[in-house]
């Protein structure tokens, strides 16, 4: 079957007025005015409108689908205290039926809100006896119709055995293996959690076997001193130092990286997720995105875990990306909404090394393709699409999702699941989770305001 997507906008990513994507499987075969097109394919079903924008779907580059339960829980932590207070405790209590169930809640929230591709890390702490957890992510996100990025956040403190995981990245792998839309990272929790044997192991298995890395790196000031009084060097000099970097490497949040660490990043063409919204919740900081976009760093977007952003809407943090560089900078040039798209686009496909088969709309990519609805009040007057997109839209307006050229959402729902079924199986499982984890007090403290006091 041939689709035509058309759109008053096309943004591919040069702004094409009045045109059209024509896809045929799961690839774009032609991009130009719609005229022409639906000249060319009178036999195409015609998508959009003349109204619409239709860009590339956006590239997450970083979550973490392991909180998609515990979503608005302990806000009013900074980062460490966040993980003692909440990760940790919950993250030995995942199962790949929990898993399952989160990414089903957030993998929804981002396909209405343009995601075609998620760079995840699952976070938990399996028993040395239990079953692999991190399937559950691949088959939720085949059920939905999500292009995935996956990784199982490795880490051996706290007295969990090297071999378990291994074991973990071993299951996530042959997962993947077996799926249609996902692929395969080491993920790294983070070096502070490892100690020096088991990430001698993460980049033998990395490295040795030919696979790219998902890492949080410099997130907090905090994290910079642990790893230098530790290593004598900073979480980017080590990983360098030990050859992390030879392999494709993502590291988010990139907050407290100085001058060396970005020449060194630049160096080894080092990609970095922007995570402006879950930045600012925990109080990290503010990136140095404009500085390491001037040393031709590949720099995407993130929207973080669902309990660090909390919201998994995409079209928010774009925006937050772009507003926050403005505020920081105090200066309205400081980042474009042309910018800032592409960060949400193809600057995201580079920073996943991805560039060649998704991020723009070109004939032979992947049809990977968003439509925001022209009909409505919100987007009834573009004057600069790039500027409606990133200031103006709204999740209500993604109208269609298509990934590798299946229609993951549709008149503004997804096509693979029924979400109020969804949210409706998710509950017991989300309070019995919090229960188990010993949790049930901060959604408490949360809701009476008296954390703070």
Same mark, same amino acid.
């Given at each position: 079957?041939?689709?035509?997507?058309?759109?008053?906008?096309?943004?591919?990513?040069?702004?094409?007025?009045?045109? +059209?994507?024509?896809?045929? %499987?799961? $690839?774009? =075969?032609?991009?130009?005015?719609?005229? &022409?097109?639906?000249? /060319?394919?009178? #036999?195409?079903?015609?998508?959009?409108?003349?109204?619409?924008?239709?860009?590339?779907?956006?590239?997450?580059?970083?979550?973490?689908?392991?909180?998609?339960?515990?979503?608005?829980?302990?806000?009013?932590?900074?980062?460490?205290?966040?993980?003692?207070?909440?990760?940790?405790?919950?993250?030995?209590?995942?199962?790949?039926?929990?898993?399952?169930?989160?990414?089903?809640?957030?993998?929804?929230?981002?396909?209405?809100?343009?995601?075609?591709?998620?760079?995840?890390?699952?976070?938990?702490?399996?028993?040395?006896?239990?079953?692999?957890?991190?399937?559950?992510?691949?088959? +939720?996100?085949?059920?939905? %119709?999500? $292009?995935? =990025?996956?990784?199982?956040?490795?880490? &051996?403190?706290?007295? /969990?055995?090297? #071999?378990?995981?291994?074991?973990?990245?071993?299951?996530?792998?042959?997962?993947?293996?077996?799926?249609?839309?996902?692929?395969?990272?080491?993920?790294?929790?983070?070096?502070?959690?490892?100690?020096?044997?088991?990430?001698?192991?993460?980049?033998?298995?990395?490295?040795?076997?030919?696979?790219?890395?998902?890492?949080?790196?410099?997130?907090?000031?905090?994290?910079?001193?642990?790893?230098?009084?530790?290593?004598?060097?900073?979480?980017?000099?080590?990983?360098?130092?030990?050859?992390?970097?030879?392999?494709?490497?993502?590291?988010?949040?990139?907050?407290?990286?100085?001058? +060396?660490?970005?020449?060194?990043?630049?160096?080894?063409?080092?990609?970095?997720?922007?995570?402006?919204?879950?930045?600012?919740?925990?109080?990290?900081?503010?990136?140095?995105?404009?500085?390491?976009?001037?040393?031709?760093?590949?720099?995407?977007?993130?929207?973080?875990?669902?309990?660090?952003?909390?919201?998994?809407?995409?079209?928010?943090?774009?925006?937050?990306?772009?507003?926050?560089?403005?505020?920081?900078?105090?200066?309205?040039?400081?980042?474009?909404?042309?910018?800032?798209?592409?960060?949400?686009?193809?600057?995201?496909?580079?920073?996943?090394?991805?560039?060649?088969?998704?991020?723009?709309?070109?004939?032979?990519?992947?049809?990977?393709?968003?439509?925001?609805?022209?009909?409505?009040?919100?987007? +009834?007057?573009?004057?600069?699409?790039?500027?409606?997109?990133?200031?103006?839209?709204?999740?209500?307006?993604?109208?269609?999702?298509?990934?590798?050229?299946?229609?993951?959402?549709?008149?503004?729902?997804?096509?693979?699941?029924?979400?109020?079924?969804?949210?409706?199986?998710?509950?017991?499982?989300?309070?019995?989770?919090?229960?188990?984890?010993?949790?049930?007090?901060?959604?408490?403290?949360?809701?009476?305001?008296?954390?703070?006091?």
């Amino acid at each position: 079957m041939t689709v035509l997507i058309r759109g008053g906008w096309v943004l591919a990513p040069e702004a094409i007025a009045d045109g +059209a994507v024509v896809v045929e %499987g799961a $690839r774009i =075969v032609e991009v130009g005015p719609y005229a &022409d097109l639906v000249a /060319r394919y009178p #036999g195409a079903e015609v998508h959009g409108s003349a109204y619409d924008i239709v860009s590339p779907g956006f590239v997450n580059t970083h979550g973490h689908f392991s909180e998609g339960l515990i979503t608005g829980i302990a806000s009013d932590y900074t980062l460490w205290e966040w993980i003692c207070a909440l990760i940790n405790p919950v993250s030995s209590h995942l199962d790949r039926g929990s898993a399952y169930l989160g990414t089903l809640l957030s993998g929804i929230q981002m396909l209405r809100s343009g995601v075609t591709t998620a760079n995840d890390m699952f976070v938990c702490h399996p028993a040395d006896d239990a079953a692999p957890v991190t399937p559950g992510v691949v088959d +939720a996100l085949e059920e939905l %119709g999500l $292009r995935g =990025v996956l990784s199982f956040g490795a880490g &051996d403190r706290g007295g /969990r055995s090297i #071999g378990r995981q291994v074991e973990e990245h071993d299951a996530l792998r042959e997962a993947v293996a077996s799926s249609t839309l996902q692929t395969f990272r080491v993920g790294i929790g983070a070096l502070g959690g490892q100690s020096d044997e088991m990430f001698a192991a993460s980049v033998e298995y990395a490295v040795g076997g030919g696979h790219g890395v998902h890492i949080h790196v410099q997130e907090i000031r905090e994290e910079v001193t642990a790893t230098f009084e530790r290593t004598g060097r900073t979480v980017v000099g080590h990983c360098a130092h030990e050859g992390l970097f030879a392999v494709p490497t993502l590291a988010a949040h990139c907050v407290w990286v100085d001058r +060396a660490d970005r020449a060194l990043m630049a160096e080894h063409r080092v990609g970095v997720a922007h995570n402006p919204v879950a930045n600012m919740i925990l109080a990290s900081g503010v990136a140095p995105v404009t500085e390491m976009r001037q040393l031709g760093i590949d720099v995407g977007i993130g929207v973080d875990g669902a309990a660090s952003n909390d919201s998994q809407d995409f079209l928010q943090a774009m925006k937050s990306a772009a507003l926050l560089a403005r505020v920081h900078h105090q200066q309205a040039t400081a980042m474009s909404a042309r910018e800032a798209w592409e960060m949400a686009t193809i600057g995201g496909a580079r920073a996943l090394r991805m560039e060649a088969t998704i991020g723009t709309l070109e004939a032979g990519k992947q049809a990977d393709v968003v439509v925001l609805d022209g009909t409505g009040p919100t987007l +009834a007057n573009v004057h600069d699409p790039y500027q409606a997109m990133v200031f103006v839209a709204g999740s209500r307006e993604v109208k269609e999702v298509w990934v590798g050229g299946r229609a993951s959402l549709l008149d503004f729902e997804v096509t693979a699941v029924d979400p109020g079924e969804v949210a409706a199986r998710s509950r017991p499982v989300a309070a019995d989770l919090v229960r188990r984890a010993g949790l049930p007090h901060l959604s408490v403290l949360a809701g009476s305001g008296s954390a703070g006091s």
